[in-house]
C-alpha cells in the first residue's frame, strides 16, 4: 500500500465530518497527515467535501447519489456508510494532483 492509500483511507472520516458541518479535531487531522503534508491535505478534504455535499434551504443533498434530505448526523452517516469508497477514491486522486503539482 502507498503512502496516499493508506492516508486517503484514514481521511474518510474528516471530509465527511467536513460535508455535514460537523465539528472536527484539526490537531488530529494534523497528526495524521504530519507537518509537511498538512496544507495539501487541508485542501484536498476542502475541496472533496465542497464535491460531494450540496446544500439547499439548510437541508443536505448528496452529490455522489442525489439522495435527500438529510440531517447533519445523517448526512455523515450516509456518506460513511454508503460512500465510503466513492470518497476514498476522490482523496486518493486529488492527492495525487495536489503532490504531482510540486
Known amino acids: 500500500m502507498s503512502r496516499v ?3 486517503s483511507e484514514r481521511l474518510i472520516e474528516f471530509v465527511a465530518r467536513l460535508a455535514s ?3 472536527y479535531d484539526q490537531r488530529k487531522l494534523a497528526v ?4 509537511s503534508m498538512y496544507k495539501i491535505v487541508c485542501k ?3 475541496r472533496v467535501s465542497d ?3 450540496e446544500n439547499r434551504d439548510g437541508l ?6 442525489n439522495k435527500g434530505t438529510f440531517t447533519k448526523r445523517g448526512f455523515y452517516l450516509h456518506l460513511v456508510r454508503v460512500h465510503s469508497f466513492e470518497i476514498k477514491s476522490l482523496i486518493e486522486e ?7 503539482a510540486l
Open 51 to 53: 464535491y460531494i455535499s
Open 44 to 46: 484536498v478534504v476542502t
Open 5 to 7: 492509500d493508506v492516508l
Open 94 to 100: 486529488e492527492l495525487r494532483r495536489e503532490l504531482r
Open 32 to 35: 495524521i497527515s504530519g507537518s
Open 60 to 65: 443536505f443533498w448528496c452529490r455522489l447519489c
Open 21 to 23: 458541518r460537523m465539528s
